[in-house]
Nanobody, 125 residues
Framework: QVKLVESGGGLVQAGGSLRLSCAAS????????MGWFRQAPGKEREFVAA????????YYADSVKGRFTISRDGAKNTVYLQMNSLKVEDTAVYYC??????????????????WGQGTQVTVSS
């Protein structure tokens, strides 16, 4: 089984930045497509960003394009989400997800088999 652990969440002012990390327990995590999702109170879990197994394909939700960047480091078995120009509406619990059978990138929760426990991101005005 793959265990995913998110970190890097916290409280930040609007316009600020945070970098989320998702560490995988498996050394061969480069064989997994990875994605970031978020869920705010009273809302459904929504797609944020995803990166393919090799890292050559990526996709972003329209709401975060130009502000967020997803990347991965196979040597560290870690995927990152750099979040800049944060807005109050970015406040949510952010989840890391992984799937080894996915071709390309997945943009819905059902595309992913493994999930982290989530990390809270709160953006204040």
């Amino acid at each position: 089984q793959v265990k995913l652990v998110e970190s890097g969440g916290g409280l930040v002012q609007a316009g600020g930045s945070l970098r989320l990390s998702c560490a995988a327990s498996e050394r061969t995590s480069s064989s997994y497509a990875m994605g970031w999702f978020r869920q705010a109170p009273g809302k459904e879990r929504e797609f944020v960003a995803a990166i393919s197994r090799r890292g050559g394909i990526w996709y972003y939700a329209d709401s975060v394009k130009g502000r967020f960047t997803i990347s991965r480091d196979g040597a560290k078995n870690t995927v990152y989400l750099q979040m800049n120009s944060l807005k109050v509406e970015d406040t949510a619990v952010y989840y890391c997800a992984a799937d080894r059978a996915l071709v390309g990138v997945g943009r819905t929760p059902v595309d992913y088999e493994y999930w982290g426990q989530g990390t809270q991101v709160t953006v204040s005005s």
